[in-house]
């Protein structure tokens, strides 16, 4: 699986960004978004999956991030997005598309990786 990252870019405090995913049968994992700021470790910021027993979404949010970014896919277009709000400087670091196989996502679980997308926030 291939996963192409779109999006992002530099914003003021309290702006917004979106980062897109793409990629094909993105249906058949769980898809996440991870971030990486300088010094620091990778972490998962938020996550989807489809519900085996609906059409509905799965999704989960770290704590950081709960209430500003929403995540969303449209499985038409292959495609996995994460809308960034109320953004911070402390969300400056590279955005990474992750698909697994397993959930919830966690790092060590990951199967493929996007290149990643630069988000900055600064004044």
């Known amino acids: 699986v291939q996963l192409v990252e779109s999006g992002g870019g530099a914003v003021q405090p309290g702006g917004s960004l979106r980062v897109s995913c793409a990629g094909s049968?993105?249906?058949?994992?769980?898809i996440g978004w991870f971030r990486q700021a300088p010094g620091k470790e990778r972490e998962v910021v938020s996550a989807?999956?489809?519900?085996?027993?609906?059409?509905?979404?799965?999704?989960f949010y770290d704590d950081s991030v709960k209430g500003r970014f929403a995540i969303s896919a449209d499985s038409g277009k292959n495609t996995v997005s994460l809308e960034m709000n109320g953004l911070q400087p402390e969300d400056t670091a590279i955005y990474y598309c992750?698909?697994?196989?397993?959930?919830?996502?966690?790092?060590?679980?990951?199967?493929?990786w996007g290149k990643g997308t630069s988000v900055t926030v600064s004044s």
């Open positions: 989807i999956r489809t519900d085996d027993y609906s059409s509905d979404y799965i999704k």
């Open positions: 992750a698909a697994s196989a397993v959930w919830p996502l966690s790092i060590g679980h990951v199967e493929y």
């Open positions: 049968n993105l249906d058949d994992y769980a």
